[in-house]
T-cell receptor, first 109, second 112 residues
């Protein structure tokens, strides 16, 4: 059974703080990893993709992957109220993409 | 230009009815998906098609039947609708396994 687990939250951080989102997955054969952001009433949109162990940075976002621990995380630096959304972790096995339950993040001004 | 489009955006219907949701992508992608997102926001894969062939068929009631007339279209037909079918249904597509999926705007289905 391919499973993706996320802390469901909700997670609340003050504006300007670092938000840390975590995700674990069950299948060691997984190949690629994605973080999506979903605003209420909207469709998921890609924030970051990561394929190999280590860190990947894009602006205020950093994705971290540890395949040995089957763990992927997303850090959001200098959090803004506009970052308030549900963040979905997605893990890919061939053509099969599985999503975690999502973590709801609220950034308070 | 809309990359992945779905029709209708909203669908309100009675229990027992049959309905269809259509999805089209103009990205030239080979793989398309249907996901169901329930009220708790959990996004669950239902079906995946690659070049018009079914490759993933999760534990979904057989009242749900996908149809792919060509690789740009993946439609979802639902027979004998039940209250528990109420959810947002997302269509998505992607080019290959390493790339992200592009999602449609979603179809909000309410079964009364």
């Amino acid at each position: 059974q391919k499973e993706v687990e996320q802390n469901s939250g909700p997670l609340s951080v003050p504006e300007g703080a670092i938000a840390s989102l975590n995700c674990t997955y069950s299948d060691r054969g997984s190949q690629s990893f994605f973080w999506y952001r979903q605003y209420s009433g909207k469709s998921p949109e890609l924030i970051m993709s990561i394929y190999s162990n280590g860190d990947k940075e894009d602006g205020r976002f950093t994705a971290q992957l540890n395949k040995a621990s089957q763990y992927v995380s997303l850090l959001i630096r200098d959090s803004q109220p506009s970052d308030s959304a549900t963040y979905l972790c997605a893990v890919n096995w061939n053509n099969d993409m599985r999503f975690g339950a999502g973590t709801r993040l609220t950034v308070k001004p | 230009d809309t990359a992945v489009s779905q029709t209708p955006k909203y669908l309100v219907t009675q229990m027992g009815n049959d309905k269809s949701i259509k999805c089209e992508q103009n990205l030239g992608h080979d793989t398309m998906y249907w996901y169901k997102q329930d009220s708790k926001k959990f996004l669950k894969i239902m079906f995946s098609y690659n070049n018009k062939e079914l490759i993933i068929n999760e534990t979904v009631p057989n009242r749900f039947s996908p149809k792919s007339p060509d690789k740009a279209h993946l439609n979802l037909h639902i027979n004998s609708l039940e209250l528990g079918d109420s959810a947002v249904y997302f269509c998505a597509s992607r080019r290959d396994v390493r790339e992200t999926q592009y999602f449609g705007p979603g179809t909000r289905l309410l079964v009364l």
